[in-house]
Each structure stands twice: as C-alpha cells, then as structure tokens.
C-alpha cells in the first residue's frame, strides 16, 4: 500500500519512499521543559504519534526510528527555575524544574495513548555536537563570531526562506525587530551565545574563550544529526515552527553537512483554538493536559477528540467536542468484546495513508460499529491508541466515589427527616443547606401507599 504525505517543503501531497525501508527515520520537535504542557501541545504529540504507529504497520515496529526531544536548555527554563526556586543555586534550580516539568508531560502524554519515542534525547546531553556544528559552520563561511556569539550568516544560504516560502529580501523588509549591532544582517540568528551569570554554561566554539550556552535552533540539528543522520526522512511539528525555528534548523543542518535537504519531508499540523478564540492566559482559556484530566475527561476521550479533525487543519477545541467525542467513544467500547486474532481494519489503514486522514479513519470505524464487526473495531481502536482502559478507569473511580458519597449523604438525608417529623423546620433546612454544599441537589415527593415523605438526591457538580 503506497503511503502518501503533505510536503510542507514542496507544497504539495507526495508518495513516501524512505531512504532506507529498513530504518524509516522521523524527528518532532519536543517539549521545552518549564511549565504544563498545554492542549495545544498535546496536537503534534497525538498526529506523529498515529503516524509512527502507521510506519510501524506498514515497516515493521523494529524498523522505525522515532526521535522526539526534550529542551532543557532555553530563556524560559532559566527565567521560570529563578522564580521558582529562588532559594536554590541556579544549576540546581534549573535540573529541578527540567525534571519534574518531563516527568509531568510523561505522565500527562501517557494518559493520551501515547507511545513513547524509540528514543528522547536530551539538549544537554548533546552540547558537544552543537559546538561541533558551530565550527563546521564557522570553517565553511556559513557562520561567524562578533561579540562571543556565533551567528549564521543568513546571505551565506542563497534558498533561506524555502521551507517558510519567504525571501530573504522580504524577510529583511518585513523585519520590525531591532537588529542586534554585532549582527551583519537582520536575518541572521544565534547559535550560540555567552552565558549570564547564574545560566548554564559550556566552552564555547570558534575560539571564544567566555562559557557560553547554544541557541535553539542548534540543539534539533544536533540531535537530530546525531540519532539520525545528516538526511533522514520526515521532520515533524506544529505550524508555528515551520519559520523560523525549522527554517533555521534547515540552514544550518544543510550549510554544516553540505547536503541538498535536511528532511525529505516536512509536516506541520495546523494551529489550536479555544472555543472559537486563540488560547491564551490572558483570556483565561488556556487549557493543560493536566487539567482536563483532573476535571475527569479520560485521556482517549481528549485523544479521539484531535484525531476528529484533520492534522493539517485548525482545530477548534470545545466542551461540546469533548462531550460527542466521549458519546461517541462510550458507544463504541459499550459490549466490550475482546478483538484479539482480528485484523486491523484496511479502510481506516487506507485512510490514514492518505495523508493522515483520521476524519476518514473514524468514518470508517462509525462504519464498523453500525455493522456490527466489534472485534475488528477494538483491534483498530487499540491500534490507533483507545483500549478503553482510560473510561474503565474512570467508571471505576466514580463509583468508589459515589459509594463514598452515599455513606456521607444518607445519614443527612435520615437525619433530615427525622427533623422534619419533629417540625423542627430550622434543623431541616440547616442540614438541607449542608448538603447543597457539599454538591447534592435534593427531591422531596411524597409515597402515595404509605403518605411518608421520601428523599432522593442527586450530586449537581
């Protein structure tokens, strides 16, 4: 089956041939660790996922390489690990906050279905091949020194803009940012820089003798060199990447190994909103992982709900998506029939090598559900990333609580009543007013055999 992907670099749907079948090789770009990974960067998380599953398919699990990394090496990092820990050393400090901030969007990814990466590599651990890809630059007339920082020299590259399908020229004219004096033209970025005091340090390349710490751009090169070599097949990320951060990673990877392309493909997914608007703190929708965890959506529900709209479009994240996506989840694991031994369904196999198109994908297992085929519906469903296991968890958990709850509330409700026969109306309503505080909605109807009153109640948030 021929597997055929958007281009971001040629603008256009093409066949995937790998460069070598035996080792398929895909890098994302991964979280940079100081704070919640929110729901916007849960996006490319879930798109490559489903697409290292489909290599995996189609190759072979053993011969796909999947690279996602971690920066831990970055301004934010450093400016949040200061606020945070201030008491600490800033070294300290700054491996506290990486650390906890990865163990988090592991934990949080994982709730999602997520496969982990064949590997994750570290920015840290890699600060040898950053300086290495600085001097190479630097030897071949691609990058220079001024001011202890090494910068790439943007005229160096005559197709810069390519990926971002921008000029040079226009790029400069549209430029609004003021140009740092050392640099010898407005385009041209860091890859590496001295560091301030309390920031990490490094010896830095090209003869510069302060310590210093590389830029962002830099640190995918090397990594993505270093697991997977100077040309591999597919690089991944969100739209707001494509310039300049993979621009950038284009030149200098290209500039530093004299190669013709760094990936052969690029894909981007498209940008995330919140109920019709862009997500941000200042208007009080921006939405973590986390958080929709903890207000009890089961991971796959958030899962199926991205998968719903095609990668490369915008999505519009609401409250009444995540409620269809998890009617529809609810409906579709409800006899829960084992699928083992049954195939994964080629309609949603066919759909997915068509660019990605889960919107076709859960067509096709709409499809399955209605025909009654329930086990090749499981096995897709677990192929895909949705076992179940999130919702079961869940039911589960509720029902702890609602037997928890009901040893709280019955005797409430008895002693209530027992008010109420007494006429001591102000007991009655003190306990009413417990309740209601507690989340518990109470109903008084009368029993038309005996004349009692009786109390059901029910939890309202």
């Known amino acids: 089956m021929s597997l055929t992907l958007y281009n971001t670099l ?3 749907k093409e066949a995937f041939s790998p460069l070598d079948p035996e080792n398929v090789r ?4 991964g979280p940079t660790v100081y704070d ?3 729901i916007g960067n849960a996006r490319p998380v879930i798109v490559f996922d489903v697409l290292f599953r489909l290599l995996r398919h189609i190759y072979g699990a053993d011969h796909v390489t999947y690279v996602r990394n971690i920066t831990d090496v970055d301004d934010k990092i450093n400016a949040r690990a200061a606020e945070r820990y201030p008491e600490l050393p800033p070294e300290v400090g700054i491996r506290k906050l990486t650390e906890e901030t990865a163990a988090q969007f592991h934990k949080d990814i994982a709730a999602l279905g997520v496969l982990p990466p064949t590997v994750e590599p570290r920015a840290t651990e890699h600060i040898q091949e950053m300086v290495d890809l600085c001097n190479q630059l630097v030897a071949n007339g691609h990058a220079y020194v001024a001011a202890d920082h090494v910068l790439f020299d943007a005229s160096s590259m005559p197709d810069y803009g390519k990926l971002s399908n921008r000029s040079l020229e226009e790029m400069e004219a549209g430029a609004r940012v003021e140009v740092a004096p050392y640099k010898k033209g407005p385009m041209d970025f860091v890859l590496w820089k001295p560091s301030k005091p309390g920031e990490p340090a490094w010896p ?3 003869g510069i003798t302060v310590p210093g710490r590389p830029g962002w751009h830099i640190e995918c090169s090397a990594m993505s060199w270093r697991h997977l070599g100077a040309v591999f097949d597919i690089h991944g990320g969100g739209i707001d990447l494509a310039f300049p951060h993979h621009e950038n990673e284009i030149a200098q990877s290209r500039c530093a190994h004299g190669t013709e392309v760094m990936a052969r493909y690029w894909m981007h997914n498209g940008f995330l909103q919140v109920e019709g608007e862009k997500m941000s703190k200042s208007l009080g929708n921006f939405i973590t992982i986390r958080q929709l965890l903890d207000e009890g959506w089961p991971g796959e529900v958030l899962r199926l709900n991205m ?3 095609h990668y490369r479009q915008p999505i519009d994240w609401t409250k009444k998506g995540l409620d269809e996506s998890e009617k529809i989840l609810s409906g579709w694991l409800a006899d829960g029939v084992s699928g083992e031994g049954a195939p994964v369904a080629q309609g949603v196999i066919e759909a997915l090598s068509d660019d990605l198109n889960t919107p076709k994908a859960i067509a096709e297992l709409h ?3 209605a025909a009654g085929e329930t086990a090749v519906l499981n096995v897709t469903l677990a192929f895909l990333g949705i076992t179940g296991e ?7 958990a509720q029902a702890a609580e609602a037997l928890s709850m009901s040893s709280k509330v019955e005797p409430l409700i008895a002693a209530r009543l027992e008010a109420r026969k007494r006429k001591d109306f102000a007991e009655s309503d003190r306990i009413r007013d417990e309740l209601a505080a507690m989340g518990i909605s109470l109903k008084d109807s009368k029993n038309k055999e005996t004349g009692e009153i009786e109390t059901t109640w029910e939890v309202t948030r």
């Open 390 to 396: 999130s919702l079961k968890a869940r039911a589960v």
């Open 204 to 206: 830095s390349p090209a």
């Open 10 to 12: 040629t603008r256009r």
């Open 307 to 309: 998968l719903r709209t």
């Open 367 to 369: 499809r399955l559900h």
């Open 36 to 38: 919640f990974a929110h």
């Open 26 to 29: 895909m890098y994302v770009c």
